[in-house]
């Protein structure tokens, strides 16, 4: 994603800020800062958030906050007289306030104002955005509430929010940010208009409900190419531990959006001619093959990666696809020359993360290649990055755990297996 405003570009891929189309250093303390600050750009955002976001709760002075927002205000070539970009307002916080571009692929969503009224609106530009090879993207709107939900109001932007904030950690799936996306809320509200708008294939919308001593969510996953009702589910708890039980319901969603994506993209792919998959169409039906654990299926799944490869050389999670494919090859001895499929599950998984270190499928497939080689240590490294990544990426847990006990850390790991 890149927020353009002015003459400037932040690029959260990169990590970069760019102005006027040139790279300017910055620390990432003041990256973070920067990228907080455009992400909720619809409203001001207090100091205690910000502690909590950019310092992760550590205990800082205000003046340390001062110094970082003078010298962000530096880099944009604004200051705390004009405030073009930042706004201060004094004992509460910061609001970015300058018109701003979201730039996702070829689509472009601008929020600006509304004939000087001050309202803010979305426009979707004409642009046409290429299908070819590209992972598939979501928006999460906040949740509506049902009745009176009296305290409990919170959850309804709340889960929400901490829903974009892990799915986001999914390198195969592009995540509105939530500036954008709660911009679109309402008892009408067209998903089909929010895949235009925002240039996403789905769309995530639920309800918050509170009866009595009970909170119940619902949700619902919808392709905002049709309208079609993709996955749907209702979760319900006592709220005497409200903590617990949202912690538990974004766990559940986050497990069940990880599944019912993929198998949505597999069944539209199978509809396909094959001539004709793209390479994430490829991928797709390459992971339906692979977990099947045998002979047959693995060489299918390795013809399907090989072709995302061939059509995209820059997808990593297909390149992570193929490492797969030679490590079950080597575990499963479905080949006479084991020792050349560790070397091929190894090379590939390097070339995953020579694209894409951040993605955890790609440091679980390097993780893995270690481990066939009885490589424990080197093995864990990767894999405890593949979970830092993505706390709630399960099979990254369990082989992590599997990892654990076979070096003879068996509490640690029956902790992990216990939180799958």
């Not at 598939?136 to 009296?150: C, K, M, N, W």
């Not at 009408?188 to 995530?204: A, N, P, Q």
């Not at 270190?357 to 481990?371: I, K």
Request: hydrophobic share 40%; glycine share 8%; charged share 25%.
């Amino acid at each position: 994603m890149i927020y353009t405003f002015g003459p400037c570009e932040l690029d959260l891929a990169k990590a970069e800020l760019r102005a006027d189309g040139q790279p300017r250093s910055l620390q990432p303390q003041i990256f973070a800062l920067l990228a907080f600050l455009l992400e909720h750009r619809e409203r001001l955002v207090s100091k205690d958030e910000i502690f909590k976001n950019v310092w992760d709760g550590r205990i800082v002075t205000d003046s340390a906050l001062a110094s970082r927002v003078k010298s962000l205000r530096k880099l944009l070539d604004d200051d705390g007289r004009t405030q073009r970009y930042i706004r201060t307002v004094h004992s509460k916080g910061f609001r970015f306030v300058a018109d701003v571009r979201v730039e996702q692929d070829n689509v472009t969503v601008s929020v600006g104002k509304d004939n000087g009224q001050g309202d803010d609106k979305l426009v979707a530009s004409d642009s046409p955005r290429s299908e070819q090879g590209r992972r598939q993207s979501i928006a999460v709107l906040p949740f509506r509430q049902i009745g009176e939900t009296g305290r409990y109001v919170t959850i309804a932007d709340g889960l929400p929010h901490e829903l974009i904030t892990e799915l986001a950690r999914l390198r195969w799936l592009f995540v509105i940010a939530r500036g954008s996306s709660f911009r679109l809320c309402g008892d009408k509200i067209d998903v089909r208009e929010v895949g235009r708008l925002l240039g996403v294939r789905y769309c995530l919308s639920g309800t918050v409900e509170v009866t009595g001593r009970r909170l119940t969510v619902t949700t619902e996953l919808v392709d905002t190419r049709g309208g079609e009702v993709v996955w749907g589910e209702r979760f319900s708890g006592g709220i005497d531990d409200l903590h617990t039980l949202r912690v538990e319901i974004r766990a559940k969603i986050l497990t069940s959006l990880e599944i019912q994506i993929p198998m949505h993209e597999a069944a539209d792919a199978r509809l396909a001619n094959t001539d004709n998959l793209d390479a994430w169409s490829a991928y797709q039906l390459g992971l339906q093959h692979i977990y099947r654990f045998n002979r047959t299926d693995n060489a299918k799944a390795a013809e399907l990666f090989g072709r995302a490869v061939q059509q995209d050389p820059n997808f990593a999670r297909a390149h992570a696809g193929l490492s797969f494919v030679h490590f079950q090859a080597a575990f499963l001895r479905q080949t006479d020359n084991v020792t050349r499929e560790i070397t091929l599950a190894r090379s590939c998984a390097q070339r995953g993360i020579d694209i894409d270190q951040l993605d955890p499928f790609v440091n679980f497939t390097m993780g893995r290649s270690f481990w066939l080689e009885g490589d424990l240590d080197r093995a864990l490294t990767w894999l405890e990055r593949a979970t830092s990544l993505s706390p709630n990426y399960a099979q990254g847990l369990y082989a992590r755990a599997w990892t654990e006990t076979m070096a003879g850390s068996a509490d640690d790991a029956r902790v992990r297996n216990a939180l799958q």
